[in-house]
């Protein structure tokens, strides 16, 4: 699996933003999202979506104000960043895998597949 990330840039504190995520190759996957990283911060979970149901999954951090959604005909997921925060600046990832479970969802380590990561600052 491929992953593409997209949509970062510069922003205002309290604006929007929406990050996109186009897998290809092999691209079943049981859960996609985002994780990101802030400059000397280790990677952190954002939100993952399960492919199959549609259930989404937030950081308390994020939770109201991030959406994931994701078009399995397109084979991508998208990030819809709202009411952002300059604590929100880091680089965004989307990731993938096809083995994780429930509960090991905000693990990193779990996921097999890496998008190269997007940067998303927010201005206050």
């Known amino acids: 699996v491929q992953l593409q990330a997209s949509g970062g840039g510069l922003v205002q504190a309290g604006g929007s933003l929406r990050l996109s995520c186009a897998a290809s190759g092999r691209t079943f996957s049981r859960y996609m999202g985002w994780f990101r990283q802030a400059p000397g911060k280790e990677r952190e979970f954002v939100g993952v979506i399960k492919t199959s149901g549609g259930s989404t999954y937030y950081a308390d951090s994020v939770k109201d104000r991030f959406t994931i959604s994701r078009d399995n005909a397109k084979n991508a997921v998208y990030l819809q960043m709202t009411s952002l925060k300059p604590e929100d600046t880091a680089v965004y990832y989307c990731?993938?895998?096809?083995?994780?479970?429930?509960?090991?969802?905000?693990?990193?380590?779990?996921?097999?597949?890496w998008g190269q990561g997007t940067l998303v600052t927010v201005s206050s």
């Open positions: 990731a993938a895998s096809s083995t994780v479970i429930l509960s090991a969802i905000r693990d990193p380590r779990h996921y097999d597949y």
